[in-house]
């Protein structure tokens, strides 16, 4: 059986050697190209969200919105400064902040991790139940690729995650890193998100498959009884 498994790749996306050399640790990261995550730059960057996060988390009441959202708009990426109905509850944790882009009316429950090494990207009217975790960040294959010789001496990956309107992930569901999940989906409880997913499914299951076909949204928002 082993002998009929195909060969492990160190890398899914290799770029030029010229373009690479000429391109940022955090460029690298953002493109999905091999980076070292122990770049000053990079450790920076982690650090300034840490502290933002901690403030979110520690430091703001729950009746205070102004307070929350001011946190979220200097934490998450500047798009999110557009969008109205953000919303997440403590605790929250993420890499960077900066590489993820909520659209309106984005509701996460308690404990959410949004690993945003590569982009996390949410359409609108999208809501998360407790404990869903969001990974855009992987690890090559090959093990030598992973060890620790020298400080910053190893590599990390990226693979983005987009999830379209209107979807809702149900409570411990895990997004792996380069998923897209189109409009209109449901994802059960617990489910692992392996692959991509089209418009108008319900997921469940590790892997997640679909288990049933959406219709469109039917309902204007806000009424209980159709028209």
């Given at each position: 059986?082993?002998?009929?498994?195909?060969?492990?790749?160190?890398?899914?996306?290799?770029?030029?050697?010229?373009?690479?050399?000429?391109?940022?640790?955090?460029?690298?990261?953002?493109?999905g190209f091999p980076y070292r995550p122990?770049?000053?730059?990079?450790?920076?960057?982690?650090?300034?969200?840490?502290?933002?996060?901690?403030?979110?988390?520690?430091?703001t009441s729950f009746d205070d919105d102004a307070g929350r959202r001011k946190v979220l708009d200097e934490l998450l990426h500047p798009s999110c400064r557009q969008h109205k109905n953000i919303f997440i509850e403590p605790t929250f944790r993420c890499d960077y902040g900066v590489n993820i882009k909520l659209g309106n009316n984005f509701y996460a429950n308690f404990d959410c991790v949004?690993?945003?090494?590569?982009?996390?990207?949410?359409?609108?009217?999208?809501?998360?139940?407790?404990?869903?975790?969001?990974?855009?960040?992987?690890?090559?294959?090959?093990?030598?690729?992973?060890?620790?010789?020298?400080?910053?001496?190893?590599?990390?990956?990226?693979?983005?995650?987009?999830?379209?309107?209107?979807?809702?992930?149900?409570?411990?569901?895990?997004?792996?890193?380069?998923v897209t999940i189109g409009n209109n989906v449901i994802v059960g409880a617990g489910a692992v998100v392996t692959k991509s997913f089209p418009d108008n499914v319900v997921i469940a299951g590790n892997p997640a498959k679909v288990i049933r076909h959406m219709p469109e949204p039917t309902v204007p928002v806000g009424n209980l009884w159709k028209d």
């Open positions: 059986m082993a002998a009929n498994l195909p060969p492990v790749k160190p890398f899914p996306t290799l770029p030029d050697p010229k373009e690479y050399e000429n391109l940022t640790e955090n460029e690298r990261m953002l493109q122990l770049d000053a730059e990079l450790t920076k960057a982690r650090s300034k969200a840490r502290d933002l996060i901690r403030k979110y988390n520690t430091e949004l690993l945003d090494s590569g982009w996390i990207e949410f359409g609108n009217d999208c809501m998360l139940a407790p404990g869903v975790h969001v990974y855009s960040a992987t690890h090559p294959l090959d093990g030598g690729y992973r060890q620790l010789d020298d400080p910053g001496n190893y590599f990390e990956l990226t693979g983005p995650v987009k999830i379209g309107n209107n979807c809702w992930l149900g409570g411990g569901a895990i997004i792996c890193p380069g």
